[in-house]
């Protein structure tokens, strides 16, 4: 059932990560059609206002990058370290990982609601939360399945 349900969530990342590449491309070419060729304030600033979105969404490409690969298993702490030691350490260190990877996730959920409760650009924590969680429930699938 666990792995149904991460497989579902891994098709919706790769989805998310598409359209994300997708906007922060066309962003950018809107923004050099608009600085080159169009001479309205507006194209300007509206440019100007896309482009400072830019950031968070290459940094929300990361943490659905760190999702990716915590569902193919492809974290570099757990290929590292677990070469060359045997299948009962490997699942012991596995599951360690996916417990600090855990609480470290929850930790930037806990700092990033305080952020949201202040209002300090509560529209750009609300985009980070949901991805947060999402590393979050895939470290406790992992460690459960």
Same mark, same amino acid.
């Given at each position: 059932?666990?792995?149904?349900?991460?497989?579902?969530?891994?098709?919706?990342?790769?989805?998310?990560?598409?359209?994300?590449?997708?906007?922060?491309?066309?962003s950018?070419?809107?923004?050099?059609?608009?600085?080159?060729?169009?001479?309205?304030?507006?194209a +300007?600033?509206?440019?100007?206002?896309?482009? *400072?979105? %830019?950031?968070? !969404?290459?940094? @929300?490409?990361?943490? $659905?990058?760190?999702?990716?690969?915590?569902?193919?298993?492809?974290?570099?702490?757990?290929?590292?370290?677990?070469?060359?030691?045997?299948?009962?350490?490997?699942k012991? +260190?596995t599951?360690?990982?996916?417990?600090? *990877?855990? %609480?470290?996730? !929850?930790?930037? @959920?806990?700092?990033? $609601?305080?952020?949201?409760?202040?209002?300090?650009?509560?529209?750009?924590?609300?985009?980070?939360?949901?991805?947060?969680?999402?590393?979050?429930?895939?470290?406790?699938?992992?460690?459960?399945?």
């Amino acid at each position: 059932m666990l792995k149904k349900f991460e497989q579902y969530i891994l098709q919706l990342e790769k989805l998310i990560v598409y359209i994300f590449i997708i906007f922060i491309i066309s962003s950018m070419t809107y923004k050099m059609i608009a600085r080159n060729f169009l001479s309205s304030e507006n194209a +300007i600033y509206f440019s100007d206002k896309i482009s *400072t979105l %830019i950031p968070h !969404f290459v940094l @929300l490409l990361g943490f $659905l990058g760190a999702s990716i690969g915590i569902s193919r298993n492809e974290v570099i702490s757990i290929d590292l370290f677990t070469r060359s030691i045997n299948e009962q350490k490997r699942k012991i +260190i596995t599951v360690i990982v996916y417990v600090f *990877t855990g %609480i470290l996730i !929850f930790l930037f @959920l806990f700092f990033a $609601l305080q952020s949201v409760e202040f209002g300090d650009k509560y529209w750009i924590w609300l985009g980070y939360i949901p991805a947060l969680l999402l590393i979050f429930i895939k470290s406790f699938i992992k460690v459960f399945s």
